[in-house]
C-alpha cells in the first residue's frame, strides 16, 4: 500500500509540473548570445549594460567576443548555429546577409531605430521574388574618424606620422583609412559616396594615393617595416603609436583615446592637409568626416532577441554602458552624447561630432567584403613601395577588376553613405 500511495503522489507531482507549466507559470530563464568585437577588457562595459539588462527582463545573456568576427560569424552560420545577435562593423557584410537570408529585418517596433547614416536601408527579394527594402540592424556604438592626434607641444609642428597598418585578421585598415578620408576632404562627399559604392572606377583614386605617399615620406622618411605592425600595440604590453617616440601625430578614429592621457587631443584631418580643395561637389562639404559604427542584427528571431535590440539602442542602456566605461573609453551613441563637462579627450570628440557639416561612412567597411579585402591588401602593399608608380598601376588594375566583378554580380547594394550628423 504504502508503495501505491508513493506511485500516486509522484504521478500527481508530475502532473502538477506539467499543468503548471503549461498554465502560465514562472518562465523559464532564457539565455541569448550575443558575438561581437570587443576584447583584451574593451568588453567590460558592454558585458555591464547587459548584466543591467537582464536584472530587467530576467533573461541571461553571454557575451562572446573576438577580433576574427566575421570567420567565427561565417562558420556558425554554415553549422546552423547562428548566435541570437552579432555586432558588426560592416555594412557591407551586414548587407551580405541579409541578401542571404541570414538576417531578419527589423520589425516596426525598433525600426525607428536604424539611423542613418550607419544603417541604410537594403533591398531583398522575398522567397516570392518580390524585392522589398527594409532596415536590417541598428547602431548601438559609433566613432568618429578624420581625426588626427597629437600631444599639445606637438600639435603645430610638421607632422611625423605614426603608421601601424596590423590588426590581426583585418590588417590594413588603417590605411584604407587615410585613402577614404583623403577622398572626402579632397573630392567631397557626392564623389566620397559615388567611389564606395561602386560607381567610380578606381583608377580616379589615383591622387589620393599618391598624395598618401607624399605625406608619408616627407622629410626624406623612407618606409619602416614596422609600418606594417600593430596599429596599437608598441611591446611589453603598451599601447599607442604616439608612445613609441618615433613619431608625433597619428590618423586615427575616436576609439584610439583609450590608449591615451588627456594630454593627447584630437585636430579634423582638413588641418594637416597641405591645401583644401578649391571647391566641393556638394554645398555644405566643409568640415566632412568620416564616421564608423558597430551595429546589431538579429541572426535568430525571438521576442527576447528583438526586445534586446530594442533595449541596446534605449537611453537607459547608454547611460549603463557609459558609467561602466573609463573616461578614455566612454562610448558615443547615435542620437544622443555622453555628457562630459570637463575639458578631454572626450569633450574635444563630441565638439567635432556637433559641429560636422557632413558625415559618411566608412568607405571600405560598406564595400563588398571581398573587395575590400583586396583594399587592405593593396594598402599593405603599397606602403613598402609608396613612390613605385608601376606598383600603384598594378594595385589600381586589380581594385578595378574586382569592382567590376563585383558590379556584375551585383554586390553593391548600398548608395546612400553619407548624412548629417545624428550626436545632439
Not at 590588426?167 to 576632404?185: K, N
Not at 562610448?331 to 563630441?350: I, L
Request: overall charge negative.
Amino acid at each position: 500500500m504504502r508503495r501505491r500511495r508513493g506511485l500516486r503522489t509522484l504521478l500527481a507531482g508530475v502532473l502538477l509540473a506539467v499543468a503548471t507549466a503549461g498554465c502560465g507559470g514562472p518562465p523559464e530563464e532564457r539565455t541569448l548570445v550575443v558575438l561581437g568585437p570587443w576584447t583584451d577588457g574593451e568588453e567590460r562595459p558592454f558585458v555591464q549594460a547587459l548584466k543591467s539588462i537582464g536584472k530587467q527582463t530576467g533573461h541571461r545573456y553571454v557575451y562572446k567576443g573576438t577580433r576574427s568576427l566575421r570567420e567565427t560569424l561565417v562558420a556558425q552560420l554554415q553549422a546552423g548555429a547562428p548566435p541570437d545577435m552579432a555586432i558588426l562593423n560592416s555594412p557591407g557584410e551586414l548587407a551580405e546577409y541579409a541578401r542571404a537570408g541570414d538576417l531578419l529585418p527589423l520589425p516596426e517596433r525598433v525600426a525607428g531605430a536604424a539611423v542613418t547614416p550607419w544603417a541604410p536601408t537594403v533591398t531583398v527579394q522575398d522567397a516570392g521574388g518580390e524585392a522589398r527594402t527594409r532596415a536590417y540592424w541598428a547602431p548601438i556604438r559609433v566613432d568618429l574618424k578624420s581625426l588626427v592626434w597629437s600631444r599639445s607641444e606637438a600639435a603645430d609642428s610638421a607632422p611625423v606620422w605614426c603608421v601601424g597598418l596590423g590588426s590581426g585578421a583585418t590588417s590594413g585598415w588603417p590605411g584604407t583609412d587615410w585613402i577614404e578620408d583623403l577622398m572626402l576632404q579632397r573630392r567631397g562627399s557626392a564623389k566620397y559616396e559615388e567611389w564606395a559604392t561602386g560607381r567610380m572606377p578606381w583608377e580616379d583614386t589615383r591622387p589620393v594615393w599618391e598624395e598618401w605617399a607624399r605625406m608619408l615620406t616627407a622629410g626624406g622618411r623612407t618606409p619602416d617595416v614596422r609600418w606594417l605592425h600593430d596599429f596599437a600595440l608598441i611591446g611589453d604590453r603598451r599601447h599607442g603609436l604616439l608612445n613609441r617616440g618615433d613619431c608625433t601625430h597619428e590618423h586615427q578614429g575616436s576609439f584610439i583615446r583609450r590608449h591615451y592621457g588627456d594630454d593627447v587631443r584630437p585636430r579634423p584631418t582638413a588641418v594637416y592637409l597641405d591645401r583644401l580643395p578649391a571647391a566641393k561637389d556638394d554645398e555644405g562639404d566643409e568640415n566632412a568626416f568620416e564616421v564608423s559604427g558597430d551595429m546589431a542584427a538579429v541572426f535568430r528571431s525571438s521576442a527576447a532577441a528583438w526586445d534586446l535590440l530594442d533595449r541596446l539602442t534605449s537611453e537607459k542602456a547608454r547611460a549603463s554602458w557609459a558609467a561602466a566605461a573609463l573616461p578614455g573609453e566612454r562610448p558615443f551613441f547615435p542620437g544622443s552624447a555622453v555628457v562630459t563637462a570637463e575639458p578631454s579627450a572626450t569633450r574635444d570628440v563630441q565638439r567635432l561630432f556637433r559641429s560636422a557639416g557632413r558625415i559618411c561612412f566608412d568607405a571600405s567597411d560598406a564595400m563588398p567584403p571581398t573587395l575590400r579585402d583586396a583594399f587592405y591588401r593593396a594598402v599593405l602593399e603599397f606602403v613598402v613601395r609608396p613612390g613605385d608608380e608601376a606598383l600603384l598601376d598594378r594595385l589600381l588594375g586589380q581594385l578595378e577588376a574586382e569592382r567590376q566583378l563585383q558590379s556584375q554580380e551585383k554586390a553593391f547594394v548600398l548608395d546612400d553613405l553619407c548624412g548629417t550628423p545624428a550626436l545632439e
